[in-house]
């Protein structure tokens, strides 16, 4: 599969033209005339009309040399999208179309089939499960038309997606207990018993016989599907779960820009209220911009808006009362000070008056630590930050740069910049007078610099750069990328710069950010407005502070609201390893699995008239637009057809997958339009994580442009995703070979040093031999069982044991051999497929036993290899040097030296890490084994 999103429809773009099923008649119809499928065989792939004959006891298709036909009820089961390894070939292109198989006869065997359209697909797979069924309850020659159409009137009637469910899993008109866990065993990755089963059709099912019965109807199985539980949402992730004891600098963290504006920085106004919202909504990095104010006391506004200012005593009682409702995590203060150094003296005995018990006392000068505090260190405190001091004027007052917005940081060297009369001048270089008689009225630097006082250096008190405890600011200067950055200064740099950074300079801005928080703020040159650009860019690259507008109602917002409600909502998200730890380029992320993301728009209840709507219509045309935000590479979207006139219960059936490279900042957002309105086309949107991305039949509860929960609207969605995304345009060999291309060393045109780096070479790709098979093989695993890769082993090895019974209980036994390894086995006669899952079990845990194993010896070759290559080389600059290379040619061979050492102490890591989760692994399949009734067998402790 191509990194390019792949859209499947099954309508064409004219509505007019579908040949959408409304009655039993048609559907009837639609079988007994036949509908021609692509058959899918080894050798070629043939055109065929199927078609159902009259007393539904047989399934022919022609033209066919063997006199084709299938007997209904011998079909085992029949699979919806790509089940088999032949419709799971890399070279079969099916795009716009849909893929199920057919289970059938004592050999299992496999009928594949590809349809036109979704809705093809959707009806067959349905009339042919429901049949199956019912001819096996049914005597041979017993007439069941009156027993289909009735199931084919209620499936074309009301939610038909829920009736295809029931027939699915059920006899077409009721689920039991057991059906009800296979359900949620095979589609919502949900392992329950039987009497949980019943514990959730007691809650749900309306019918107060059929709770007797133990049974479920399709209302009860959708109230089911509606409830919380059954949410798109992981609500596991609304609870504080991340480790909270790393560096601030390894977390991101939620960020406002004009905390205090009320709306566009041109024509809104400042108010306390804009706080408040803030705060309560989870910030946890606001801004405070003091002005000049009168008696004596400065005051809180923007540079751009008119209107009253506000008074710091009513913002430092509003901060300290409410800074951690929402969570107690730390509150980052940014102070901009623009006032003089009499009522910054004054600023900051309010703070230290109304804040004090939150303030942290951490000296800003203390080396001693090595690295910033964590959250947790600093639960319940207040990070005051502002532009400080050098250690040597902290006696004194001084001059420092301001007011990042006015004066966006250069990105070109210093030699080229054109002449600027009294521009915004260094920290680093501007001279800084120790005394207050060296202070200059603000007024009259205004005039000297031609009006340009916000970019010119502004007098900052020494009481005042004192309380900044924790963190001073700095401006961002890209020539700096390269040097050491003290973990103890804030960067700034604009979303302008930082978007012509990220494809250029991505591994310095994320070695930096490993260390060192950085802020990303909204470039005025094209945020004047106040509108947002999108943080995941951002975000890629490791930058912790993104802050957004959010006074703005934006998808912006959306997606900084979503990604920060995961971890229980606090404001903290640990990033992930690869932007902490290691190395990480913009082409290759360790420790970062893709995923192929699949995702089915199926239908949407209840939706309301669009949101400011001019006038409220009768009818609606809904589509879907479904956008993925991530990084730069990974950013998609696609929309649904219009379904028009249909408001109350409107049905797309159409499909979208794509590959996401970075996971772990994508989103998926949600949004409902109406086609047609007039004025305002927004219906609903909802934005969710992929990190809290339930899998399998969920609702999407639909949320207005501000954040709130729209009553009963809902869309209806099938999710699902395979996270070791094994197969691509080239096979699933590619994967190997692209993991292997990953980890090869850089040349740095040195003979003497390529020579040897070829031996990390060849270490890395035995590497890749070791591990790569135990992935394959648990997809294989997967695949027989006719379950997608993100299926979890505890449902894998249930399911196993559901088709492996015999006399009430498991006809498996497992044995346990002496090199950790199991195998599975059995004499009784079961159906084909599950011995084929028990032989790719088998070769899963002994892949994972040999990868245990061979962890460590690995690990120590790297390490003796790291040691020889540094106590070889020890002064890599002079041997470069002496090799004839100068200016770029040594600054790149410098670079390619550093990453390949850096690449062979991050895999070691990795493979550390790997070797916890096979062990892992390995003990969960053992202890699924036992649960479920496998018998033990004595192994061959000699193994």
């Given at each position: ?411 070109t060297p210093e030699s080229k910049r054109p002449k600027r009369r009294r521009s915004a001048l260094s920290i680093d270089s501007f001279p800084y007078p120790n005394s207050e008689s060296a202070s200059l009225d603000l007024k009259i630097m205004g005039s000297a610099a031609g009006g340009c006082k916000p970019s010119l250096p502004i007098l900052t008190a020494s009481d005042l750069s004192k309380l900044s405890s924790c963190l001073t600011l700095r401006s961002f200067c890209e020539s700096k990328l390269t040097n050491e950055s003290d973990y103890r200064h804030l960067w700034s740099f604009s979303s302008k710069l930082m978007q012509s950074l990220v494809p250029t300079r991505y591994e310095m801005l994320v070695k930096r950010h490993q260390c060192c928080i950085s802020r990303a703020y909204p470039a005025f040159s094209e945020h004047k407005d106040s ?188 999710i699902s995703y395979n996270k070791s995304a094994p197969y691509t345009n080239y096979g699933r060999m590619s994967t190997k070979r692209a993991r292997k291309e990953a980890l090869t060393c850089h040349l740095t045109t040195v003979q003497d040093f390529d020579v040897h780096f070829k031996k990390f070479n060849s270490l890395l790709g035995r590497v890749v031999d070791v591990f790569y098979p135990a992935e394959a093989a648990v997809l294989d695993f997967k695949l027989a069982l006719g379950l997608s890769g993100s299926v979890s082993l505890k449902c894998c090895m249930r399911l196993l044991a559901t088709h492996s019974w015999e006399s009430g209980r498991p006809v498996v036994s497992m044995t346990e051999n002496g090199d950790g390894s199991l195998h599975f086995s059995t004499s009784a006669v079961v159906p084909e497929f599950v011995l084929r899952a ?106």
């Open positions: 599969m191509s990194d390019k999103s792949v859209r499947h429809v099954s309508f064409l773009d004219d509505y007019e033209s579908t040949r959408r099923l409304h009655s039993a008649d048609a559907c009837l119809f639609m079988l007994l005339n036949g509908t021609y499928f692509v058959k899918i065989r080894p050798r070629g792939h043939y055109a065929r009309l199927f078609q159902v004959e009259d007393n539904f006891n047989y399934l022919i298709w022609s033209p066919s040399a063997k006199n084709g036909r299938v007997v209904i009820s011998e079909i085992h089961d029949v699979r919806y999208g790509r089940n088999s390894s032949l419709l799971l070939d890399p070279d079969l292109e099916i795009e716009g179309r849909a893929a199920f198989t057919l289970v059938h006869g004592p050999e299992f065997s496999l009928v594949d089939l590809v349809a036109d359209s979704e809705e093809e697909a959707t009806v067959w797979v349905a009339c042919l499960s429901f049949l199956s069924k019912l001819k096996r309850t049914k005597l041979k020659d017993e007439c069941v038309m009156e027993d289909f159409m009735k199931f084919a009137g209620d499936m074309c009637g009301g939610r038909s997606e829920i009736g295809f469910l029931i027939t699915r899993y059920g006899n077409g008109q009721l689920v039991t207990a057991r059906d009800l866990r296979y359900f949620l065993l095979i589609e919502q990755n949900l392992s329950l018993n039987d009497e949980e089963c019943v514990v959730l059709i007691n809650e749900f099912e309306p019918d107060e016989d059929l709770r007797k019965q133990d049974c479920m109807s399709a209302k009860g199985l959708a109230e089911l599907l509606l409830s919380r539980q059954f949410d798109i949402y992981n609500h596991s992730k609304s609870v504080v779960y991340q480790d909270m004891t790393q560096p601030l600098s390894h977390y991101f963290i939620a960020s406002s820009h004009n905390t205090f504006l009320s709306s566009s920085q041109s024509d809104g106004y400042v108010s306390l209220g804009a706080l408040h919202r803030t705060l309560n909504r989870g910030c946890r990095y606001i801004e405070v911009d003091l002005w000049e104010g009168p008696r004596k006391t400065p005051v809180v506004r923007h540079s751009k808006c008119t209107g009253e200012a506000l008074e710091l005593i009513r913002v430092a009682k509003l901060i300290g009362t409410y800074a951690f409702t929402a969570s107690e995590y730390p509150l980052i203060v940014r102070v901009e000070h623009h006032c003089s150094l009499q009522q910054q003296r004054r600023a900051t005995a309010v703070f230290r008056h109304y804040l004090s018990a939150f303030l942290v006392d951490w000296d800003i000068n203390d080396n001693s630590r090595g690295s910033l505090p964590s959250p947790e260190e600093l639960k319940r405190r207040i990070i005051l930050v502002t532009k400080s001091l050098p250690s040597e004027c902290l006696d004194g007052d001084g001059f420092v740069s301001e007011d990042d917005d006015l004066f966006e940081p250069w990105s509108s947002n650009f999108m943080p995941t860019v951002a975000w890629s690259c490791g930058t912790q502070c993104v802050a957004l507008n959010w006074q703005t109602i934006c998808p912006e917002m959306d997606v900084m609201m979503s990604m920060f409600s995961d971890n229980g909502a606090c404001g903290y998200l640990l990033k992930p390893p690869a932007l902490t730890r290691g190395l990480a380029s913009f082409n290759m992320l360790p420790g970062i699995t893709p995923i192929d993301l699949t995702i089915k728009i199926i239908s949407a209840q209840n939706l309301p008239d669009p949101f400011l709507a001019e006038f409220r219509t009768e009818v609606l045309d809904p589509c879907v637009r479904v956008g993925v935000h991530g990084a730069t590479y990974d950013e998609t979207s696609f929309k649904t057809r219009p379904c028009r006139n249909s408001r109350e219960r409107p049905r797309w059936d159409e499909t979208f997958t794509c590959k996401i490279r970075f996971p772990d900042i994508a989103l998926i957002r949600f949004h409902v339009i109406d086609a047609d309105s007039i004025g305002s086309d927004f219906i609903g949107q909802f934005t969710v994580p992929i990190r809290c991305l339930c899998t399998g039949y969920r609702h999407v509860r639909l949320k207005t442009p501000d954040d709130h929960v729209i009553p009963d609207a809902t869309l209806f969605v099938h028990m032989t790719h079990l088998n070769s899963h845990t002994e892949y994972i036993a040999n990868s245990i194993a061979r962890a460590n010896p690995f690990v120590e070759e790297m390490k003796s290899l790291h040691l020889e290559t540094m106590s070889k080389w020890e002064n890599i600059t002079d041997v470069l040097t002496k090799a004839g290379l100068s200016n770029k040619q040594l600054k790149k061979a410098q670079t390619a030296f550093y990453w390949n050492l850096g690449l062979l102490k991050m895999e070691a890591t990795e493979i550390k890490d790997t070797e916890s989760r096979l062990q892992v692994a390995l003990s969960l399949i053992k202890d699924c084994a036992v649960s479920e009734g496998f018998a033990s067998l004595p192994g061959n402790k000699g193994a």
